[in-house]
């Protein structure tokens, strides 16, 4: 089996910083794409950002400029740093990963959640 384990939400004011980790563990033979996506109440879930392959990474428009997503390979790790915060920002976000485990093969996995709530 695999888990996707979250940290790093909570409230922070307008303007001001969050960074989100995502680990994965269990089996894991490769990991192909690990991102976040988030939903606001009354809407629907976006994506936020993923990186592919270690390098590759794409984002919504919304967030280009201020977010910046990043892997660490040797810990199944990613992480996103989330600077000049907005209200509308405010959401839950959720990691996923798209991971080939030893014996189950490629499947899509999700974290729990973490709220990230910026103050006006």
């Known amino acids: 089996q695999v888990q996707l384990v979250e940290s790093g939400g909570g409230l922070v004011q307008s303007g001001g910083s969050l960074r989100l980790s995502c680990a994965a563990s269990?089996?894991?033979?490769?990991?192909?794409?690990m991102g976040w996506y988030r939903q606001a109440p009354g809407k629907q879930r976006e994506l936020v950002a993923h990186?592919?392959?270690?390098?590759?990474?794409n984002y919504t428009d919304s967030v280009k400029g201020r977010f910046t997503i990043a892997g660490d390979n040797a810990k199944n790790t990613v992480y996103l740093q989330m600077n000049s915060l907005k209200p509308e920002d405010t959401a839950v976000y959720s990691c996923?990963?798209?991971?080939?485990?030893?014996?189950?093969?490629?499947?899509?996995?999700w974290g729990q959640g973490t709220q990230v709530t910026v103050s006006s």
């Open positions: 996923y990963a798209y991971i080939q485990g030893y014996s189950k093969g490629w499947s899509h996995y």
């Open positions: 990186i592919t392959s270690g390098t590759n990474t």
């Open positions: 269990g089996s894991i033979f490769r990991i192909n794409t």
